[in-house]
C-alpha cells in the first residue's frame, strides 16, 4: 500500500527535478526496506513535489486498485505546507461559462442562466445559441473548505467541495474524487450506500410515516456504516433526511453527502472565490434576504455532513447533478467491492417526488439495484406502490432462459394506475402522464427489485430496507452474498429469518462464512454459523489460525505487542504462531512451554499449516480475547472442552491487556473498565462452573476432587490448583470446592474428626502416637482389604454390606439375616501389616509437616534467645579452644537446612523460567526474611571466627568492633526470624485475616510516616537552631537531636526540662556561671525560649491531634474496605501455604539436611559415571479420566449457565408478567359480569388466571376449579423405568421400591430385591457375556478390562461416565440406586453396559419444499424405530461389543436397525457402509451416561453415547433406505417423526430429544409439556409444569 502510494505521488511529472525541495524516499522492491538509496537493487529516484509532504500515520482504509490512492493511504497522511497551495486546488476543478451570450427575452442574462454580474471579469461576448462544452472552461479556485452556517447550529461544520460535472466521467478524474473522500474528508469505508431521491420542495408526510422513516433511516446506516445521498438541498426529502440524521451525534455521526447543483445554490457567493484566500472556514447564511426572496434555488441543509456543488458552468438550472450523482453511486459500489467480487450494494429510497422520480427509480433498477418505495408518502411513491399492489406475478424466461417472475399490469389496472397519476399530477401533460405510466409498468415488472413499504406493515423500516436489498442480490449467489451482507451490517436477526430458512450452504462455504464472521467479531452469526453443525476442528487449522491474527484489529492493545514480536516493519503485520507462543509465555509468566515456540516447530510450521488444533474452541477463546472480542470469546468458551482451565486462561490474559492498556501511552479509561469487567466475568464464569459442579457432588462425590487434580495438557500440565495460583484468581481459589479440596490436602490420609490437639499430641510421641489416630484409607488399600474380607466371609456365607465399616476398622457382617458387631481375623492381619503405611499417612500429611515445623522452629527460637541474652563466656563448648559453642553449631545447622529446603522450593515453582522463579520467590515478604536471616547468621558465624577471645571470653580491644558486629548481625538475623513467626498464624481462620490487615495497613503507614516527617524536622530543626544557637559541628548526635526527640513527643514524652538543660547547655558553651536563669534573664534567650514552646505547641497540636486522628481515620477506613476482601486474600494464602507444604519434605529440619546431602552425593555419582541426568517425567495424560471430567466440566458449565439466564429472565420478565396477569384478570372479571348479566355459567378460566396472579406476587395459590383436560404425557422422573415391572421378556416382578427409597443412602431394612438373570445370558457364548461372580472370578471393575482367551484379546471398558462405582463384594452397585432386583438380567455385562444412540435429524419441510416453523423456529424430524417389547418409539441404538470402538458401533446399529442392513445383499451391504461413511462425520456429542432403561439391575446397567448428525439442508439423509428388520429383531417399524409431546418414547430418549432441540435451536415442545396431578385434600386436579 505504501508502494502504490509513492507511485501516486509521481503521477504529475510536471514538476521538473531541478525544483525539487525535498528528497524522495521510495522502498526496495525486493527486500520493502526504505531507503533513498539502496544499492544492489536498482532503486529510481524522483523528485518530490513541495506541495506534499507526510507527516504523522494514521488509520487508514484499505481496497481499491493501484491507480486508486484509498488503497495506499493505511498509514499515512497527506499535508500541505504551509507555503505550497492545497491538493484540492490543483486537483478539483470546476467549470465557468467564458462566452456570454445573451438569451432572446433578456440581454443582460447569458444563456447559462447567469447575469453580467456572475461571470467572470473579461468574459467574451458572442451570439447564437450556448453550448455548455464549447462555452464553458475549467477553472482553479478556493471553492472548497468547511462550512459555518450562521443561522443554524455553528458548532457542525461541513465540508464541501466545488466540482466540475464531468469528473465522474474518466477514470483519472474519478481517482481524484475518491482521493478527496479517503484522504481529505478521511472517510472511512462505507457497507452500503442509500440514496434517497423525491420531492425537491416541502410536502406533508403523515406523522407516523416520517416517524418511522427517520427512525429507521438512521438505525440502518448506524448499524451498516452506510452513506446517505441526497440533494443536500434545505428542502423537500432532503431536510427530511437531514432531520433525521440531526439527532445523532457528530462525534460518530452518519455520512451525509448531499449532492446538489452550483447554480441553485442560494447564497453560494459566500462559500469560496477565485482568488487565493488562507481562508478553510466559510459563514454562510441561511436566512433569505428581503431582496433576493424572489430568487430561484435553496439553500443548502445544515445536518449534512460533506456537500459536493457539481458546477457544469450553468446557473438556476435544476437537475444538473443527477448524472454526476448516479455515477458517483455506481463506481463507488465498484471501488469497495467485496473480496469475492460482488458489488458494494445500494439502494434507492423514493419519498413522494416528481414525474421524474419514477424515471430515476426506473434507471436504478435497471442497473439491478433495489429500490424501497414509501408509500404514503405522496405522488410518485403512491402512484408506483398503488401499481405494485394491485398488479399480478407470473412467471417468465430472461434472456438467458432462466425462469423468472415479473409484475404486469391488466387493462383495468393500467386504467386505475393512470387515473391516480393524474389525480397526483393535475398539471401534468398527457405525454408526460403516458411517459410516468410506461416508466411505472417498467418498475413493477422487476419485481425482485422493488420492495413496498407500508404503514400498516409489521416490520420496522429499517429491516425493510435491508430485507429489500437482501431480495435484490443477483440470483445465483443470494446464500452467500446475502449473508456476507447480514455479517457486513451486523443484523443476526435478518438472517436468521429471512435468510437461514431457505439457504442451503455447502461446507465450504459455512467455512468460509465462519471465517469472515469470526474476522468482523460478529458473535451472533458465529453462534448461526457453528449450529450448523461445522465441524470446528476440521475448520481450525494452523494457517487459519495464523490469518485471524494477521487480520486482528489494529486498534487492539495486543497488536503493537505482537508487532514486536515480529519485529514488523511500518505498515506490515507479518506474524506466525511463534510470535503467538511468545506472547502467551510471557503473558502466563513462563508457567508453561507453548508447542509453538520449540525448535521443532519452527524447522516444520510450513509442513504444519493444514494440521487442526485438539481443542479449537480452547484456542479460539484465547484469540477472542487477545483481539478484544469479547462476546465472541464467551461464544467459544461456552463450546470449549476444558471450560474452568479455559476461564482462568481468559481472566489472566484480560488482566495482562488491563495492565497494557492502564500504562498506555494514549490511556483509554472506558477500556479499562471493559477490561476489568470482562476479567471478572471469566473469572466468574470460572468459578461459577465449579461452584455447580461442586454442588452436583451427591451426583458423584468423587468427581469435583478429579476436576480440581487433573492436569491440563494445553497449559503445561498444571491442574487447576496451581493454574489458579498462576494466574491470581483470587475469587477461584477463595471458593468452597477448592477450599475444601485443600482441607483434605491438608489433613493427607487423617481422618477428619481428629483436632489439632490431638494431632499435636501425636506428633510428640513419635511412632506411637500416630498409631492411636483414625486414617482414610486409599482406594487401593480399600479393595485389598475388600478382597480379603470376601474371601474370609463366602465360606461361612457371610456379606459384607458397607465399605465405610471396613475404613472404620469395624465390620457390620450379615450371617444368615443375623447382624454381628467383630472385627475378622483376616482384617486384623491385614491393617497390622499396614502399620508403616500409616506412619507414613501420618508423617507426610501437610498438617503433620507443619504442625513438626512450628514445633522446631519455636525451639530454634528459643535457642537464638538464649544465645543472644547469655554471655559466649556462659555457653557450653565441646573443646576449651573452641571458639563457638554447642548452641551455636545448632543453630547453624539448622539455618544451613533451610538452605536446600529454600532451592528446591524455587527449583519446583510453576514457571519454568528462572528469572521468573526467582521474582515468584521474592514476592512472598516471608521469603524474603528467610533468605535475610540466614544471610546475616551465616555471615556473623563466619565472622565470629576471626574474633581473638582472651580473659573468659572478653575481646581484646583490638577485636572490639568486630565482635560488636557480629553481635549486631545476630541480632537483626533474630528480629527476621521472629518477624517470620507470623507466618504460621496464616492458617488459621481467625489469625489469617488480620495478618492480611497488618500488611495492608503498614502500607497506609509508610504513607503517613512520609507526612509526619515534614512537621517532624520542621519542628526538630527549629527547636535545634533555637537551643544551640552556637553549635559549631554538624555530626550525627545532630541529626539525632532533630528527629528523636520530636518523635517521642508524639507518643506523649515531652521532657520540658530536657529542653531547658539542652539550652543552658547551647547557649553557655563553656562558661561555668552561666545557667538557664541566667539565659532566660537575657532578652534574646527570653525570646529564643517563648518561639520554641510556641513551635512545640504547633508542633503537638498538628501531630498529636490533627495527624494521629487522620492516622486513625486512614486506618478505619481501611479496615471496612478490605474486611471482606481480608478473607480473599486469606484464603489464597491459604492455598499457598498449603501446596508448598504438600511438596514439603516430611523429614524436618534440620535433620533433613542429610537427605539433600544423600540427593547431592547421588547427583554428583552420576555426573561422576557419566550418566544421563535425570528426566522429568511428564505423566501420561489418562484419555478416559480426562473424557469424563471434560463431560463433567462442560454439564456444570450447561447448567451453570442456564441457571444465570433463568435467574436474568425471572428479574426482568416478574414486573412485566404480574401486570400482565392483573390486566387478563380484570378482562375476564368484566367477560365473567357479562356472562352472569346474560345468564351464562361462568368460565372457569378465571379462577386459574387468579392463581396465576398470586403465584407471579409470591403468594400461594390454592386451586379452586377444574382445568381443561391436557395432553397426557410421562412425567420425568428419576429412576423410574428401572423399577418398572414386570422385567422385560418375563413374568419377572421387581420388589417394589418407593421414590424415597431409591437412593443407597436411605435406609431400607425391608429391601429385599429378586435374583434373576435371563437363561439366555446365562447360556449365551463365554466370549460375549460376563461370567458369574463367583470366589474365583477376577472381573477389574472401574478399568478398561482386558483379557486374553484362546490367544485372542478382548477389550471391555468396565468405567463409567459417572466415575468410580462402588464394588460390593466382587459385585458393582448401580450408581442411580435401587430397582428391586439383582443379577444382571437381560444385560451381557456386570456394572456399565456400553451402548451407543444415533440420532438421526433433518428440518422438517412442507409441500413447498420450506422448512416448517413453530413459535419462530423450525421443527425437527428424527428417525425412529418402534420397539417390540415396549410399543414405544426409540432412537436407533445398541450395545458397543469388545474390541468395538463407539464411533463403529454408532453406524453399526444405525445401518442393522434403521436400514436393515442385515436383511439385504452383499451389494446393498457395501452400500450402505460407504454412505454412512460419507455422511457420518460430524457429528455433535448430545448425552453421556446413565439410561433409565427397564432392563436395569441394582448390578447391572446401560450407559449410552448419544450422538446427533443433522441434515441441514434436506439432501444428506433423504435419500436413506429406511427399512423395518425382520420378524427376529426387536423393532417393527422406522421412519421419519417429527419431535412431538404427542408421542410415547423409550426410556429417556425423551430427554437426548430435547438436548437435541437445544443444540439446535429447534421448536422443542417437550418443554412445555404438561400432566395433570390430583390435589386429593380437595379433590381436584391442577396442571403443573
Given at each position: 500500500?505504501?508502494?502504490?502510494?509513492?507511485?501516486?505521488?509521481?503521477?504529475?511529472?510536471?514538476?521538473?527535478?531541478?525544483?525539487?525541495?525535498?528528497?524522495?524516499?521510495?522502498?526496495?522492491?525486493?527486500?520493502?526496506?526504505?531507503?533513498?538509496?539502496?544499492?544492489?537493487?536498482?532503486?529510481?529516484?524522483?523528485?518530490?513535489?513541495?506541495?506534499?509532504?507526510?507527516?504523522?500515520?494514521?488509520?487508514?482504509?484499505?481496497?481499491?486498485?493501484?491507480?486508486?490512492?484509498?488503497?495506499?493511504?493505511?498509514?499515512?497522511?497527506?499535508?500541505?505546507?504551509?507555503?505550497?497551495?492545497?491538493?484540492?486546488?490543483?486537483?478539483?476543478?470546476?467549470?465557468?461559462?467564458?462566452?456570454?451570450?445573451?438569451?432572446?427575452?433578456?440581454?443582460?442574462?447569458?444563456?447559462?442562466?447567469?447575469?453580467?454580474?456572475?461571470?467572470?471579469?473579461?468574459?467574451?461576448?458572442?451570439?447564437?445559441?450556448?453550448?455548455?462544452?464549447?462555452?464553458?472552461?475549467?477553472?482553479?479556485?478556493?471553492?472548497?473548505?468547511?462550512?459555518?452556517?450562521?443561522?443554524?447550529?455553528?458548532?457542525?461544520?461541513?465540508?464541501?467541495?466545488?466540482?466540475?460535472?464531468?469528473?465522474?466521467?474518466?477514470?483519472?478524474?474519478?481517482?481524484?474524487?475518491?482521493?478527496?473522500?479517503?484522504?481529505?474528508?478521511?472517510?472511512?469505508?462505507?457497507?452500503?450506500?442509500?440514496?434517497?431521491?423525491?420531492?425537491?420542495?416541502?410536502?406533508?408526510?403523515?406523522?407516523?410515516?416520517?416517524?418511522?422513516?427517520?427512525?429507521?433511516?438512521?438505525?440502518?446506516?448506524?448499524?451498516?456504516?452506510?452513506?446517505?445521498?441526497?440533494?443536500?438541498?434545505?428542502?423537500?426529502?432532503?431536510?427530511?433526511?437531514?432531520?433525521?440524521?440531526?439527532?445523532?451525534?457528530?462525534?460518530?455521526?452518519?455520512?451525509?453527502?448531499?449532492?446538489?447543483?452550483?447554480?441553485?445554490?442560494?447564497?453560494?457567493?459566500?462559500?469560496?472565490?477565485?482568488?487565493?484566500?488562507?481562508?478553510?472556514?466559510?459563514?454562510?447564511?441561511?436566512?433569505?434576504?428581503?431582496?433576493?426572496?424572489?430568487?430561484?434555488?435553496?439553500?443548502?441543509?445544515?445536518?449534512?455532513?460533506?456537500?459536493?456543488?457539481?458546477?457544469?458552468?450553468?446557473?438556476?438550472?435544476?437537475?444538473?447533478?443527477?448524472?454526476?450523482?448516479?455515477?458517483?453511486?455506481?463506481?463507488?459500489?465498484?471501488?469497495?467491492?467485496?473480496?469475492?467480487?460482488?458489488?458494494?450494494?445500494?439502494?434507492?429510497?423514493?419519498?413522494?417526488?416528481?414525474?421524474?422520480?419514477?424515471?430515476?427509480?426506473?434507471?436504478?433498477?435497471?442497473?439491478?439495484?433495489?429500490?424501497?418505495?414509501?408509500?404514503?408518502?405522496?405522488?410518485?411513491?403512491?402512484?408506483?406502490?398503488?401499481?405494485?399492489?394491485?398488479?399480478?406475478?407470473?412467471?417468465?424466461?430472461?434472456?438467458?432462459?432462466?425462469?423468472?417472475?415479473?409484475?404486469?399490469?391488466?387493462?383495468?389496472?393500467?386504467?386505475?394506475?393512470?387515473?391516480?397519476?393524474?389525480?397526483?399530477?393535475?398539471?401534468?401533460?398527457?405525454?408526460?402522464?403516458?411517459?410516468?405510466?410506461?416508466?411505472?409498468?417498467?418498475?413493477?415488472?422487476?419485481?425482485?427489485?422493488?420492495?413496498?413499504?407500508?404503514?400498516?406493515?409489521?416490520?420496522?423500516?429499517?429491516?425493510?430496507?435491508?430485507?429489500?436489498?437482501?431480495?435484490?442480490?443477483?440470483?445465483?449467489?443470494?446464500?452467500?452474498?446475502?449473508?456476507?451482507?447480514?455479517?457486513?451490517?451486523?443484523?443476526?436477526?435478518?438472517?436468521?429469518?429471512?435468510?437461514?430458512?431457505?439457504?442451503?450452504?455447502?461446507?465450504?462455504?459455512?467455512?468460509?462464512?465462519?471465517?469472515?464472521?469470526?474476522?468482523?467479531?460478529?458473535t451472533e452469526f458465529i453462534k448461526m454459523i457453528l449450529d450448523q453443525g461445522i465441524d470446528m476442528k476440521h475448520f481450525l487449522t494452523h494457517d487459519m489460525l495464523v490469518h485471524f491474527?494477521?487480520?486482528?484489529?489494529?486498534?487492539?492493545?495486543?497488536?503493537?505487542?505482537?508487532?514486536?514480536?515480529?519485529?514488523?516493519?511500518?505498515?506490515?503485520?507479518?506474524?506466525?504462531?511463534?510470535?503467538?507462543?511468545?506472547?502467551?509465555?510471557?503473558?502466563?509468566?513462563?508457567?508453561?512451554?507453548?508447542?509453538?515456540?520449540?525448535?521443532?516447530?519452527?524447522?516444520?510450521?510450513?509442513?504444519?499449516?493444514?494440521?487442526?488444533?485438539?481443542?479449537?474452541?480452547?484456542?479460539?477463546?484465547?484469540?477472542?480475547?487477545?483481539?478484544?472480542?469479547?462476546?465472541?470469546?464467551?461464544?467459544?468458551?461456552?463450546?470449549?472442552?476444558?471450560?474452568?482451565?479455559?476461564?482462568?486462561?481468559?481472566?489472566?490474559?484480560?488482566?495482562?491487556?488491563y495492565g497494557l492498556q492502564k500504562n498506555s501511552l494514549n490511556q483509554d479509561e472506558e477500556n479499562e473498565l471493559i477490561l476489568q469487567e470482562w476479567a471478572k466475568e471469566f473469572e466468574r464464569l470460572a468459578t461459577g462452573t465449579m461452584r455447580q459442579c461442586y454442588k452436583d457432588r451427591n451426583y458423584d462425590t468423587d468427581m469435583w476432587k478429579e476436576v480440581l487434580s487433573l492436569p491440563h495438557k494445553s497449559w503445561g500440565n498444571l491442574n487447576l490448583i496451581d493454574l489458579s495460583q498462576t494466574v491470581h484468581a483470587m475469587e477461584f481459589t477463595a471458593q468452597s470446592a477448592v477450599q475444601n479440596w485443600l482441607s483434605d490436602v491438608w489433613l493427607g490420609d487423617i481422618h477428619s474428626t481428629h483436632s489439632t490437639l490431638h494431632v499435636l499430641i501425636a506428633a510428640l510421641i513419635p511412632v506411637l502416637g500416630p498409631l492411636t489416630l483414625r486414617y482414610t484409607l486409599t482406594t487401593e488399600l480399600v479393595e485389598e482389604l475388600t478382597e480379603q474380607q470376601n474371601e474370609a466371609g463366602n465360606e461361612a456365607g457371610i456379606k459384607l454390606k458397607d465399605i465405610s465399616a471396613v475404613e472404620e476398622g469395624l465390620d457390620d457382617l450379615e450371617v444368615d439375616g443375623q447382624l454381628h458387631h467383630h472385627e475378622t481375623r483376616t482384617v486384623a492381619n491385614l491393617r497390622k501389616r499396614h502399620v508403616a503405611e500409616k506412619l507414613k499417612s501420618f508423617y507426610t500429611a501437610p498438617k503433620v509437616k507443619f504442625t513438626q515445623y512450628v514445633i522446631i522452629y519455636l525451639l530454634f527460637i528459643g535457642t537464638f534467645v538464649y544465645t543472644l541474652l547469655v554471655g559466649d563466656q556462659k555457653l557450653p563448648v565441646l573443646f576449651a579452644s573452641q571458639r563457638y559453642s554447642i548452641l551455636e553449631l545448632v543453630l547453624l545447622l539448622y539455618v544451613m537446612s533451610t538452605i536446600p529446603i529454600e532451592i528446591k522450593q524455587i527449583k519446583e515453582s510453576i514457571p519454568s523460567s528462572l528469572r521468573i522463579k526467582l521474582l515468584t520467590y521474592v514476592s512472598d515478604f516471608f521469603n524474603v526474611l528467610d533468605l535475610l536471616g540466614a544471610l546475616l547468621f551465616i555471615i556473623a558465624f563466619i565472622l565470629k571466627g576471626f574474633v581473638q577471645d582472651v580473659d573468659d571470653g572478653v575481646p581484646v580491644r583490638g577485636n572490639f568492633h568486630m565482635y560488636n558486629t557480629v553481635h549486631l548481625l545476630r541480632i537483626v538475623s533474630f528480629l527476621f526470624y521472629c518477624f517470620r513467626t507470623t507466618q504460621m498464624f496464616r492458617i488459621q481462620s481467625k489469625m489469617g485475616p488480620k495478618i492480611v490487615m497488618i500488611g495492608k495497613m503498614l502500607i497506609d503507614l509508610v504513607f503517613f510516616i512520609f507526612l509526619m516527617l515534614v512537621f517532624l524536622l520542621a519542628f526538630g530543626v527549629a527547636a535545634q537552631s533555637l537551643m544551640r544557637p552556637n553549635n559549631s559541628k554538624f555530626t550525627g548526635r545532630t541529626i539525632f537531636d532533630v528527629v528523636f526527640k520530636p518523635y517521642l513527643h508524639v507518643f506523649g514524652e515531652l521532657a520540658l526540662d530536657g529542653y531547658q538543660d539542652e539550652m543552658?547547655?547551647?547557649?553557655?558553651?563553656?562558661?561555668?556561671?552561666?545557667?538557664?536563669?541566667?539565659?532566660?534573664?537575657?532578652?534574646?534567650?527570653?525570646?529564643?525560649?517563648?518561639?520554641?514552646?510556641?513551635?512545640?505547641?504547633?508542633?503537638?497540636?498538628?501531630?498529636?491531634?490533627?495527624?494521629?486522628?487522620?492516622?486513625?481515620?486512614?486506618?478505619?477506613?481501611?479496615?471496612?474496605?478490605?474486611?471482606?476482601?481480608?478473607?480473599?486474600?486469606?484464603?489464597?494464602?491459604?492455598?499457598?501455604?498449603?501446596?508448598?507444604?504438600?511438596?514439603?519434605?516430611?523429614?524436618?529440619?534440620?535433620?533433613?539436611?542429610?537427605?539433600?546431602?544423600?540427593?547431592?552425593?547421588?547427583?554428583?555419582?552420576?555426573?561422576?559415571?557419566?550418566?544421563?541426568?535425570?528426566?522429568?517425567?511428564?505423566?501420561?495424560?489418562?484419555?478416559?479420566?480426562?473424557?469424563?471430567?471434560?463431560?463433567?466440566?462442560?454439564?456444570?458449565?450447561?447448567?451453570?449457565?442456564?441457571?444465570?439466564?433463568?435467574?436474568?429472565?425471572?428479574?426482568?420478565?416478574?414486573?412485566?408478567?404480574?401486570?400482565?396477569?392483573?390486566?387478563?384478570?380484570?378482562?375476564?372479571?368484566?367477560?365473567?359480569?357479562?356472562?352472569?348479566?346474560?345468564?351464562?355459567?361462568?368460565?372457569?378460566?378465571?379462577?386459574?388466571?387468579?392463581?396465576?396472579?398470586?403465584?407471579?406476587?409470591?403468594?400461594?395459590?390454592?386451586?379452586?376449579?377444574?382445568?381443561?383436560?391436557?395432553?397426557?404425557?410421562?412425567?420425568?422422573?428419576?429412576h423410574c423405568d428401572s423399577r418398572r415391572s414386570p422385567y422385560p421378556a418375563c413374568d419377572v416382578t421387581r420388589f417394589p421400591v418407593p421414590d424415597d427409597k431409591v437412593n443407597w443412602t436411605t435406609r431400607f431394612k425391608d429391601y429385599d430385591p429378586v435374583q434373576y438373570t435371563a437363561p439366555e445370558v446365562l447360556n449365551a457364548a463365554s466370549d460375549e457375556v460376563d461370567p458369574q461372580i463367583t470366589n474365583d472370578t477376577r472381573i477389574k471393575f472401574n478399568k478398561v478390562d482386558k483379557t486374553t482367551k484362546d490367544s485372542k484379546t478382548w477389550t471391555i471398558d468396565r468405567t463409567s461416565y459417572h466415575g468410580q462405582y462402588q464394588v460390593i463384594n466382587g459385585v458393582p452397585k448401580n450408581p442411580k440406586g435401587r430397582t428391586g432386583m439383582t443379577g444382571r438380567g437381560l444385560l451381557y455385562r456386570w456394572g456399565p453396559n456400553h451402548a451407543a444412540d444415533t440420532v438421526v435429524t433433518r428440518w422438517k419441510r412442507d409441500g413447498n419444499d420450506k422448512i416448517v416453523m413453530c413459535d419462530g423456529k423450525p421443527v425437527i424430524e428424527f428417525v425412529a424405530i418402534l420397539r417390540k417389547d415396549t410399543n414405544e418409539w426409540a432412537i436407533p441404538g445398541g450395545r458397543v461389543k469388545p474390541n468395538e470402538r463407539v464411533f463403529d458401533a454408532i453406524k453399526r446399529e444405525f445401518s442393522e436397525e434403521a436400514l436393515a442392513k442385515l436383511s439385504r445383499s452383499i451389494a446393498e451391504q457395501e452400500g450402505i457402509s460407504i454412505m454412512l461413511q460419507e455422511h457420518f462425520n460430524l457429528g455433535i456429542t448430545i448425552y453421556k451416561g446413565y439410561v433409565d432403561d427397564p432392563r436395569n439391575t441394582d448390578n447391572a446397567w446401560i450407559e449410552t453415547i448419544a450422538v446427533n448428525y443433522h441434515d441441514s439442508t434436506g439432501t444428506s439423509f433423504s435419500h436413506f433406505p429406511l427399512k423395518a428388520i425382520g420378524d427376529d429383531s426387536n423393532s417393527m417399524g422406522v421412519q421419519w417423526i417429527a419431535i412431538d409431546h404427542n408421542i410415547d418414547l423409550y426410556a429417556n430418549h425423551e430427554w437426548i430429544l430435547e438436548k437435541v432441540c437445544y443444540h439446535r435451536d429447534a421448536y422443542n415442545p417437550i418443554k412445555e409439556m404438561k400432566i395433570k396431578r390430583k390435589d386429593t385434600e380437595n379433590n381436584l386436579w391442577m396442571t403443573v409444569t
Open positions: 500500500e505504501y508502494k502504490s502510494y509513492l507511485r501516486w505521488l509521481n503521477m504529475d511529472a510536471s514538476v521538473p527535478a531541478r525544483r525539487a525541495r525535498y528528497p524522495r524516499r521510495l522502498p526496495c522492491e525486493p527486500c520493502d526496506y526504505l531507503h533513498p538509496r539502496h544499492k544492489g537493487h536498482g532503486v529510481r529516484m524522483r523528485p518530490l513535489k513541495p506541495q506534499y509532504l507526510l507527516s504523522t500515520p494514521r488509520q487508514g482504509v484499505r481496497g481499491g486498485d493501484e491507480d486508486s490512492i484509498s488503497s495506499s493511504m493505511s498509514s499515512f497522511v497527506l499535508h500541505p505546507p504551509k507555503t505550497a497551495l492545497p491538493w484540492i486546488h490543483k486537483a478539483i476543478q470546476f467549470r465557468v461559462c467564458n462566452t456570454f451570450i445573451p438569451t432572446d427575452k433578456d440581454l443582460n442574462k447569458c444563456q447559462c442562466g447567469g447575469c453580467t454580474e456572475e461571470h467572470v471579469p473579461g468574459v467574451k461576448t458572442n451570439t447564437g445559441t450556448w453550448y455548455q462544452k464549447s462555452n464553458t472552461v475549467r477553472r482553479k479556485g478556493y471553492f472548497f473548505g468547511g462550512i459555518k452556517f450562521v443561522d443554524e447550529d455553528a458548532t457542525h461544520q461541513p465540508d464541501f467541495v466545488r466540482i466540475d460535472g464531468g469528473y465522474m466521467d474518466y477514470r483519472s478524474t474519478s481517482n481524484k474524487v475518491f482521493e478527496l473522500f479517503e484522504i481529505q474528508w478521511k472517510l472511512d469505508r462505507p457497507n452500503l450506500l442509500i440514496s434517497v431521491t423525491g420531492g425537491a420542495q416541502d410536502f406533508v408526510c403523515p406523522p407516523e410515516l416520517e416517524r418511522r422513516f427517520k427512525r429507521g433511516l438512521v438505525r440502518a446506516a448506524k448499524s451498516t456504516n452506510a452513506w446517505i445521498f441526497t440533494g443536500g438541498t434545505n428542502t423537500g426529502v432532503m431536510k427530511l433526511v437531514g432531520e433525521a440524521v440531526r439527532g445523532t451525534s457528530f462525534g460518530s455521526q452518519i455520512i451525509t453527502i448531499g449532492v446538489a447543483t452550483w447554480g441553485i445554490v442560494k447564497n453560494r457567493e459566500e462559500l469560496g472565490s477565485l482568488e487565493q484566500r488562507n481562508k478553510s472556514l466559510f459563514s454562510y447564511h441561511t436566512k433569505d434576504c428581503v431582496q433576493r426572496s424572489n430568487e430561484k434555488g435553496a439553500f443548502l441543509d445544515p445536518n449534512h455532513t460533506h456537500f459536493m456543488l457539481v458546477d457544469d458552468g450553468t446557473q438556476y438550472a435544476y437537475g444538473k447533478e443527477i448524472h454526476f450523482r448516479a455515477t458517483l453511486e455506481q463506481k463507488l459500489s465498484e471501488r469497495y467491492a467485496g473480496e469475492d467480487g460482488t458489488t458494494l450494494p445500494q439502494i434507492c429510497i423514493l419519498v413522494e417526488g416528481g414525474p421524474n422520480s419514477v424515471r430515476t427509480v426506473l434507471e436504478t433498477i435497471k442497473l439491478n439495484n433495489p429500490a424501497l418505495i414509501i408509500a404514503g408518502s405522496g405522488r410518485a411513491a403512491d402512484v408506483i406502490a398503488h401499481a405494485y399492489k394491485i398488479s399480478t406475478l407470473e412467471e417468465a424466461f430472461n434472456s438467458d432462459g432462466d425462469r423468472i417472475k415479473i409484475r404486469s399490469l391488466s387493462e383495468d389496472s393500467q386504467d386505475s394506475v393512470e387515473q391516480l397519476i393524474r389525480t397526483k399530477f393535475p398539471n401534468i401533460k398527457e405525454e408526460d402522464k403516458n411517459n410516468v405510466l410506461k416508466w411505472c409498468i417498467e418498475v413493477i415488472k422487476f419485481d425482485k427489485y422493488v420492495t413496498v413499504y407500508e404503514l400498516s406493515d409489521s416490520k420496522d423500516f429499517d429491516l425493510a430496507l435491508l430485507a429489500a436489498i437482501i431480495r435484490g442480490i443477483p440470483a445465483g449467489t443470494t446464500s452467500i452474498a446475502s449473508m456476507r451482507l447480514a455479517i457486513t451490517w451486523n443484523r443476526p436477526l435478518l438472517a436468521s429469518n429471512m435468510i437461514l430458512p431457505f439457504a442451503s450452504f455447502s461446507e465450504k462455504d459455512l467455512n468460509n462464512l465462519l471465517k469472515y464472521a469470526i474476522t468482523s467479531d460478529r491474527y494477521i487480520n486482528m484489529n489494529e486498534n487492539c492493545i495486543v497488536h503493537k505487542k505482537l508487532r514486536k514480536l515480529a519485529s514488523c516493519k511500518q505498515g506490515d503485520f507479518n506474524i506466525d504462531l511463534r510470535h503467538v507462543g511468545k506472547l502467551m509465555e510471557f503473558i502466563l509468566e513462563g508457567t508453561y512451554r507453548s508447542d509453538f515456540t520449540t525448535q521443532d516447530y519452527a524447522e516444520k510450521k510450513d509442513d504444519l499449516r493444514d494440521n487442526t488444533f485438539e481443542n479449537p474452541y480452547d484456542v479460539m477463546v484465547v484469540y477472542a480475547v487477545l483481539s478484544e472480542a469479547h462476546d465472541t470469546a464467551k461464544l467459544f468458551w461456552s463450546r470449549c472442552k476444558t471450560p474452568i482451565a479455559t476461564a482462568l486462561i481468559a481472566y489472566k490474559l484480560n488482566i495482562f491487556l543552658t547547655e547551647g547557649h553557655c558553651a563553656n562558661d561555668a556561671n552561666c545557667n538557664f536563669d541566667t539565659i532566660y534573664a537575657d532578652n534574646l534567650g527570653q525570646i529564643h525560649y517563648y518561639i520554641l514552646m510556641a513551635t512545640l505547641a504547633i508542633y503537638l497540636m498538628m501531630v498529636n491531634i490533627l495527624l494521629v486522628n487522620l492516622l486513625i481515620a486512614i486506618f478505619s477506613k481501611t479496615y471496612e474496605d478490605i474486611q471482606q476482601e481480608s478473607d480473599t486474600i486469606w484464603k489464597v494464602q491459604r492455598a499457598g501455604m498449603i501446596i508448598e507444604y504438600q511438596k514439603l519434605s516430611a523429614i524436618p529440619q534440620p535433620f533433613s539436611l542429610l537427605k539433600h546431602m544423600w540427593q547431592f552425593l547421588k547427583f554428583i555419582s552420576r555426573l561422576c559415571s557419566n550418566a544421563c541426568m535425570e528426566r522429568v517425567l511428564v505423566p501420561e495424560e489418562d484419555e478416559s479420566r480426562t473424557y469424563r471430567v471434560s463431560m463433567i466440566e462442560a454439564e456444570s458449565r450447561e447448567e451453570f449457565l442456564s441457571n444465570i439466564e433463568s435467574a436474568d429472565s425471572d428479574s426482568q420478565n416478574s414486573s412485566k408478567a404480574i401486570a400482565e396477569l392483573k390486566e387478563q384478570l380484570l378482562l375476564m372479571k368484566s367477560m365473567l359480569q357479562a356472562n352472569i348479566t346474560s345468564g351464562n355459567s361462568a368460565a372457569t378460566v378465571v379462577p386459574d388466571t387468579a392463581q396465576k396472579v398470586k403465584k407471579a406476587e409470591g403468594k400461594p395459590a390454592r386451586p379452586t376449579t377444574a382445568i381443561s383436560q391436557l395432553t397426557r404425557i410421562k412425567p420425568l422422573r428419576v
